[in-house]
T-cell receptor
């Protein structure tokens, strides 16, 4: 059973460009979470999605950031008009519905660098 | 709201010495507690988890943690540190009422030869 997959692993963008980060959850998992890790900091929750629904986006910046988890295909975290402060590692995690303890399995992350 | 606090952003021990990484939680409902490890440029790997069964939880790589409700703590320990234990360690909390997980700021463990 393949783990959580994220691509690209590294992404370089210039200021003002768009960044698209993709996450494929583990097989059988329908819950996806996105976290951001700034250099020398811990993980900050951004958004929690189930298939076709955003459940909790309390950690998402109000502007430029959006996330989706369509019925088919990976979850996408989209950052429009990137700025240098968006440079960070973005981690995706997934969990199975009805799973006790809500254990989350993490992908390897996408490291975004904004020039 | 749930949260965890990790005391000490950096911990340094000698090889063979006891490892103690501290985590205190805040939760108004019975919590689920986790310790994750992150090696450089990698994702998070689950070390162990507490899910309201035994209060002493054993994980991978010789780590264990004890849930102490009276102290709202879930400290991570290992009797004898190895060089390969050098990494960032994160404590996290969730519950039946919340599907998202809240992480501490992390503790960077350094192991000296």
């Amino acid at each position: 059973n393949a783990g959580v997959m994220q691509n690209p692993r590294h992404l370089v963008r210039r200021r003002g460009q768009e960044a698209r980060l993709r996450c494929s959850p583990m097989k059988g998992h329908s819950h996806v979470y996105w976290y951001r890790q700034l250099p020398e900091e811990g993980l900050k929750f951004m958004v929690y999605l189930q298939k076709e629904n955003i459940i909790d986006e309390s950690g998402m910046p109000k502007e430029r950031f959006s996330a989706e988890f369509p019925k088919e295909g990976p979850s996408i975290l989209r950052i429009q008009q990137v700025v240098r402060g968006d440079s960070a590692a973005y981690f995706c995690a997934s969990s199975a519905p009805g799973q006790r303890s809500n254990e989350q399995f993490f992908g390897p992350g996408t490291r975004l660098t904004v020039l | 709201a749930q949260s965890v606090t990790q005391l000490g952003s950096h911990v340094s021990v000698s090889e063979g010495a006891l490892v103690l990484l501290r985590c205190n939680y805040s939760s108004s409902v019975p919590p689920y507690l986790f310790w994750y490890v992150q090696y450089p440029n990698q994702g998070l790997q689950l070390l162990l988890k507490y899910t309201s069964a035994a209060t002493l939880v054993k994980g991978i790589n010789g780590f264990e943690a004890e849930f102490k409700k009276s102290e709202t703590s879930f400290h991570l320990t290992k009797p004898s540190a190895h060089m390969s234990d050098a990494a960032e360690y994160f404590c996290a909390v969730s519950s039946d009422n919340n599907n998202d997980m809240r992480f501490g700021a992390g503790t960077r463990l350094t192991v000296k030869p």
